[in-house]
């Protein structure tokens, strides 16, 4: 895949050529733009001239307003029938994001997370399935996009909670959760913030899909540790002590998803679980700083 943007620095250069991209994908250039798409999506690309100057403008243009994340996102329906996109705007994070807000140096950090995300869900992880990455070069820096096809009936697990589920639906989206995690990690999968607005519920055929979300700047790590994997679980539980929803999940929904996580493997559940200890010291030290902040 091709390497990720930072900040830009430098002499802004054109981008580099696009290569292995995943089967069903195709790219199309213009004069500092650049936008891959799925090959169903390409008639549409060219109506709408998104390769043109102002294309990226003109696709956020399209839509309605969607749930905001870390940048605000729009809701964009496909002309000619197709289908409902959902578009995020690419932002940097930390202190980046203060320095250089959606300015990057290169149009690769969409297509990564694009190429990334086609590859997981070619194997059946369950992901959004991928739809376009959109680069356009402005005074220098590149201003990305990314789309999705929009799940109508998902949301994330985030407003699922806080809407205040029954202990019998907790226990179904718990052990839903626990098994799309471990698919994305057998997978190679290593998100880069994997918390509970990043993971996503639909009800389906009485009980929940559950799907693993925004993978900009995710990457494949084959054979992950146990180490490895307990951490990025925890970072889904201090997103929850974060946001005062531990008790609402409960001990027994935290189990529930340990347990559907690990399944009948006995020796990697202790193996993580080694590591718990370490893991708590750290949330006890986060809790301080989350209640600080809301002194």
Aim: glycine share 12%; aromatic share 6%.
């Amino acid at each position: 895949m091709l390497a990720a943007g930072s900040a830009p620095v430098g002499r802004p250069v054109d981008p580099a050529p696009v290569r292995a991209l995943p089967e069903g994908f195709h790219a199309e250039r213009g004069r500092g733009t650049i936008v891959v798409a799925r090959l169903d999506l390409v008639h549409g690309v060219r109506a709408l001239d998104l390769a043109g100057r102002g294309g990226l403008e003109t696709l956020i243009g399209r839509g309605t307003p969607g749930p905001a994340g870390r940048g605000a996102t729009a809701i964009v329906k496909w002309p000619d029938g197709g289908p409902t996109l959902v578009v995020r705007r690419l932002l940097h994070g930390g202190v980046l994001g203060g320095l250089w807000g959606d300015r990057f140096a290169t149009p690769n950090r969409p297509i990564d997370e694009l190429c990334l995300t086609a590859d997981l869900a070619s194997r059946g992880v369950p992901v959004l399935a991928p739809a376009l990455a959109l680069g356009e070069r402005r005074v220098g820096a590149w201003h990305l996009a990314y789309a999705t096809v929009q799940a109508p009936r998902a949301v994330d697990a985030l407003r699922w909670l806080q809407a205040g589920p029954d202990r019998a639906a907790m226990d179904r989206a718990a052990v839903a959760l626990g098994h799309a995690v471990r698919r994305f990690h057998d997978a190679g999968g290593f998100h880069a913030d994997l918390h509970v607005k990043n993971l996503m519920l639909e009800e389906h055929q009485g009980g929940f899909r559950a799907l693993v979300i925004d993978l900009d700047r995710a990457r494949l790590v084959l054979g992950m540790t146990p180490d490895e994997r307990m951490s990025q679980l925890m970072r889904i539980f201090r997103s929850l002590v974060k946001r005062d929803l531990v008790e609402k999940v409960g001990a027994r929904g935290c189990a529930r998803f340990f347990q559907a996580y690990c399944a009948d493997d006995r020796a990697l559940r202790r193996a993580m679980w080694r590591r718990i200890d370490a893991e708590l010291r750290s949330i006890a030290i986060h809790r301080l700083a989350y209640r600080r902040g809301r002194s």
